[in-house]
Structure formats: structure tokens, C-alpha cells
T-cell receptor
Framework: GAGVSQSPSNKVTEKGKDVELRCDPISGHTALYWYRQSLGQGLEFLIYFQGNSAPDKSGLPSDRFSAERTGGSVSTLTIQRTQQEDSAVYLC??????????????FGAGSRLTVL | DQQVKQNSPSLSVQEGRISILNCDYTNSMFDYFLWYKKYPAEGPTFLISISSIKDKNEDGRFTVFLNKSAKHLSLHIVPSQPGDSAVYFCAAISYNQGGKLIFGQGTELSVKP
């Protein structure tokens, strides 16, 4: 597609429920990234995919968080047993994954998650 | 461990004047630095970048300066316009450490007419 698409744009859930957030990257972009922005905070790295594999999962805050990417395209971030501190805007980005130069990421508009 | 820091959460300037946004970093292995701009309810958009081997990069009204010895970079916007009002994020990348972007906390710029 022309840009990075994320869905849902807004999700309100109850504590303890599972949620799935979807990201559709720019066609041809082999690298896909998930970040989150909590209220008043910066962009926190969660996980990075190169193709379908995730060489860097270092930012996932707990084992309740998982992500997968299939077909080198769409990615899903799953949060199990949501907690109130999971409330944030979850941002997906993609890039051509160069091995040098400025790795310019293109971001989607984000999925705003509110856990009540 | 915050490798990229933006110590000013907000900045207010008059239209037409210069805006200077600052960023400090701790990792001397960073290869590139980038600035992103973010409007409310939108994703961040890329603004300008600079290689670690340069000390200045200019693109129209935007100039980024890098001082490697001080581990400091700054973004200058001149002249500032009301449409520049947004949150600005500094980011850095090290290919030795996987190539992910590490972001600062952001600085909210407000340009008053």
C-alpha cells in the first residue's frame, strides 16, 4: 500500500482481556518495527522484524506481549491479559532495512489502546 | 538506560524567529541521527538526518548540527512558522546494534503567531 496501515485505530478493553493490533507495512519494505508511546513518554522500541523473523525482541515489556509477521508482510502484536499500564499508542513502522545510511522508518498513525 | 535524551519537554517561540531543539546521546557508536516530527493523532514523519561523520546537514528551513565530542545534536528551524508546532523526536541508529532507531522523549514546539 501507499503507507503503513494500522488497525484498529482505537481500542478500549477491560483489564485481563487479550487484544490484537494489526500492521500492514509499505509493500516491499522488509523491515517492520513496533514502538509504543505511553502518555507523556517518548517512543519505546518493542520489537523488530526482518522478513518473518524477529532478530530483536529486546523491547517487549513482558511475556504477555508477543508479535508475529507472516508472508513478510502483515504483523500482529498480541497483548494477553491486558493491564492498565499497557494503555498507550502502539506505533508500527516499516523500512527498506538498509545496512548503511539513515534507516528512515515510515510510521503508521498508531493504535490507541485504553485498558479500563 | 536512556541512550538518547531530550531534556526540554517543551519550547515556545515567536513566528519568524529561530527554534532550536536539543538532543544528547551517550552511545558513541551511533552511525546516524534523525529528527522526526509528530502531530497529534498521527504517526511521526521523517524530517532530516545526519551521518555521524558530518557536523551539519541543511534542508530548506531545517538544519541539524552534530557535535560528536559533546555527544550533542540540535535542530534549527528558521524562520519558524505556526505549522511547525508539533512534537519533535530525536533518534539514533547503530548498525552494530541491529539497526533499530532509538528515540528521545520528544520536545513539544509551539510557534506563536
Amino acid at each position: 500500500g501507499a503507507g503503513v496501515s494500522q488497525s484498529p485505530s482505537n481500542k478500549v478493553t477491560e483489564k485481563g482481556k487479550d487484544v490484537e493490533l494489526r500492521c500492514d507495512p509499505i509493500s516491499g519494505h522488509t523491515a517492520l518495527y513496533w514502538y509504543r508511546q505511553s502518555l507523556g513518554q517518548g517512543l519505546e522500541f518493542l520489537i523488530y522484524f526482518q522478513g518473518n523473523s524477529a532478530p530483536d525482541k529486546s523491547g517487549l515489556p513482558s511475556d504477555r506481549f508477543s508479535a508475529e509477521r507472516t508472508g513478510g508482510s502483515v504483523s500482529t502484536l498480541t497483548i494477553q491479559r491486558t493491564q492498565q499500564e499497557d494503555s498507550a499508542v502502539y506505533l508500527c513502522a516499516s523500512s527498506l532495512a538498509p545496512s548503511s545510511g539513515a534507516n528512515v522508518l515510515t510510521f503508521g498513525a498508531g493504535s490507541r489502546l485504553t485498558v479500563l | 538506560d536512556q541512550q538518547v535524551k531530550q531534556n526540554s519537554p517543551s519550547l515556545s517561540v515567536q513566528e519568524g524567529r529561530i527554534s532550536i531543539l536539543n538532543c544528547d546521546y551517550t552511545n558513541s557508536m551511533f552511525d546516524y541521527f534523525l529528527w522526526y516530527k509528530k502531530y497529534p493523532a498521527e504517526g511521526p514523519t521523517f524530517l532530516i538526518s545526519i551521518s555521524s561523520i558530518k557536523d551539519k546537514n541543511e534542508d530548506g528551513r531545517f538544519t541539524v548540527f552534530l557535535n560528536k565530542s559533546a555527544k550533542h545534536l540540535s535542530l534549527h528551524i528558521v524562520p519558524s512558522q505556526p505549522g511547525d508546532s508539533a512534537v519533535y523526536f530525536c533518534a539514533a541508529i547503530s548498525y552494530n546494534q541491529g539497526g533499530k532507531l532509538i528515540f528521545g522523549q520528544g520536545t513539544e514546539l509551539s510557534v506563536k503567531p
